[in-house]
């Protein structure tokens, strides 16, 4: 269990200082908290901008939130089972993939890993999961690694593809010059989640126009249309797509990248009837 020798007090929440020591562990004392429904020891693996992310629900943000979810949404006589069908680590971030939803680990300057997002995938029932294996390999992605592209005028690199997660969840870095901006469109297959790692960006998904800094994390729920204005400095981000396969419809509206640095200045307008095409096939709808 979560050591709760030094406990600390952040809005009423008790709060275990402790973390795991590896992205597994941090596994078994998330199912530990649930069962025991000890919201000291969940509040403990938690960091303090740590985002709760439900498909119905939306999104908690910080351990003063989520722990009451959490401990509430877990059914009394329902157990969690610990042991991650695959663990992703790239340095000091990991992804922990099990049956009930994908979560996000970030080891933190005390070496202890904690999870910044945890995304619930349990309630969504409308369509099935894309099929996976009962075991999946674990998987490490070098900072160095992943398929690097010009995407537009951005650079685009492939950190976690479907087939790595059983179809589960695809990641794509993106770094984005000063001022870029999206048109606005649609996902019709897959959420999106936006974890701006550098800059700012401000975000508009579908009514909600949100300013957004480094560390902020931006859930955008399919069906919404949504676009974003990077800021004066550039940005660098995490986009986190579930289920996974977003990383085709990188491939086809972009080049491989002759470095991995933004793309020289581009010479005319993209080809929007091919941009629009690709979209389509992927599910994704172009709106302005």
């Known amino acids: 269990m979560t050591n ?13 200082m402790g973390g795991a020591r590896t992205p597994e562990e941090l596994d078994t004392l998330f199912e530990d908290a ?3 429904r000890d919201g000291v020891a969940l509040a403990g693996i ?3 901008r740590a985002v709760l992310v439900t498909p119905h629900a939306g999104a908690a943000h910080g351990p003063v939130r989520i722990v009451p979810l959490a401990l509430a949404a877990w059914p009394s006589d329902r157990p969690y089972v610990a042991g991650p069908q695959s663990v992703i680590q790239a340095r000091d971030l990991a992804l922990v993939v099990g049956p009930g939803g994908i979560n996000v680990a970030r080891r933190g300057p005390d070496g202890a890993w904690r999870y910044a997002i945890v995304f619930d995938a349990r309630h969504r029932t409308e369509e099935p999961m894309h099929q996976h294996p009962a075991q999946l390999e674990p998987v490490a992605v070098a900072s160095s690694g992943g398929d690097a592209r010009w995407w537009f005028d951005a650079l685009a690199i492939i950190r976690v593809t479907a087939a790595q997660t059983g179809g589960q969840l695809s990641i794509v870095e993106v770094v984005e010059p000063p001022g870029a901006q999206t048109p606005l469109h ?3 297959r897959e959420d999106e989640g936006f974890w ?14 949100i300013q957004a800094h480094a560390g902020d994390y931006l859930f955008g729920p399919r069906d919404i249309p949504h676009r974003y204005t990077v800021g004066p400095d550039g940005c660098r981000m995490l986009f986190l797509m579930t289920p996974g396969g977003f990383e085709d419809l990188v491939i086809g509206m972009s080049r491989p990248a002759g470095s991995r640095t933004l793309p020289p200045p581009s010479i005319g307008d993209p080809d929007w009837a091919h941009i629009a095409a ?7 709808e172009l709106l302005g």
């Open 4 to 16: 709760t020798s030094n406990p600390g007090k952040e809005g009423g929440v008790t709060r275990a």
């Open 34 to 36: 649930l069962v025991m």
């Open 278 to 284: 690709v979209a389509s096939a992927h599910g994704a």
């Open 196 to 209: 701006l790692l550098e800059g700012d960006a401000v975000f508009e998904l579908g009514d909600t126009t």
């Open 186 to 188: 649609v996902h019709h």
């Open 46 to 48: 938690l960091e303090d």
